[in-house]
T-cell receptor
Framework: NAGVTQTPKFQVLKTGQSMTLQCAQD?????MSWYRQDPGMGLRLIHY???????DQGEVPNGYNVSRSTTEDFPLRLLSAAPSQTSVYFC????????????FGSGTRLTVV | EDKVVQSPLSLVVHEGDTVTLNCSYEVTNFRSLLWYKQEKKAPTFLFML????IEKKSGRLSSILDKKELSSILNITATQTGDSAIYLCAVEDFGNEKLTFGTGTRLTIIP
């Protein structure tokens, strides 16, 4: 049981490049979310999904796209990377049942130069 | 907009000391408050507190929810160097599936 798997672990992009951060979970969790973590800012929600085919925006969605074609996968796309998107990105998932906590992936450290 | 404030921002204590971390929140329709521990990588779940479960304990860690004061504390007794981490507090609102996090408390335990 791998839990929540994020790839890559590290990435350096040039301004204007695009890329996709991958997130996969094998726990059959309905809910999945993307967070970014910046020094002094805590974890901020980018996008989330309550099931396949359903996504919604979080607190800081600008510059990011998501899709949820399967229960297992929830990729995060950066359309045109900017230095302000330098951050650590975490994917998390949980079951729909009440009282369940989120399980986090190990994170992707992204630097945009 | 939901809001979570944690204090102190950082704390340095000696091994064996007892520490209390604070979390206050504003949320439209409270569902739960969660505590996570973050070492080098992913946050790991510690406790979930709800209206029906306002006190939790696991070994040397315990947490209490005060719904009247809209706050929670996390206590760690007989601290060890392995307790050094960032402790995150988050609240969940009914009606959506979003967690709102505080900025965390960085705890450092000196041997």
């Amino acid at each position: 049981n791998a839990g929540v798997t994020q790839t890559p672990k590290f990435q350096v992009l040039k301004t204007g490049q695009s890329m996709t951060l991958q997130c996969a979970q094998d726990m059959n969790h309905e809910y999945m979310s993307w967070y970014r973590q910046d020094p002094g800012m805590g974890l901020r929600l980018i996008h989330y999904s309550v099931g396949a085919g359903i996504t919604d925006q979080g607190e800081v969605p600008n510059g990011y796209n998501v899709s949820r074609s399967t229960t297992e996968d929830f990729p995060l796309r950066l359309l045109s990377a900017a230095p302000s998107q330098t951050s650590v990105y975490f994917c998390a998932s949980r079951r729909q049942d009440r009282g369940q906590s989120y399980t986090f992936g190990s994170g992707t450290r992204l630097t945009v130069v | 907009e939901d809001k979570v404030v944690q204090s102190p921002l950082s704390l340095v204590v000696h091994e064996g000391d007892t520490v209390t971390l604070n979390c206050s929140y504003e949320v439209t329709n409270f569902r739960s408050l969660l505590w996570y521990k973050q070492e080098k990588k992913a946050p790991t779940f510690l406790f979930m507190l709800t209206s029906s479960g306002i006190e939790k304990k696991s070994g040397r860690l315990s947490s209490i929810l005060d719904k009247k004061e809209l706050s929670s504390i996390l206590n760690i007794t007989a601290t060890q160097t392995g307790d050094s981490a960032i402790y995150l507090c988050a609240v969940e609102d009914f009606g959506n599936e979003k967690l709102t996090f505080g900025t965390g408390t960085r705890l450092t335990i000196i041997p």
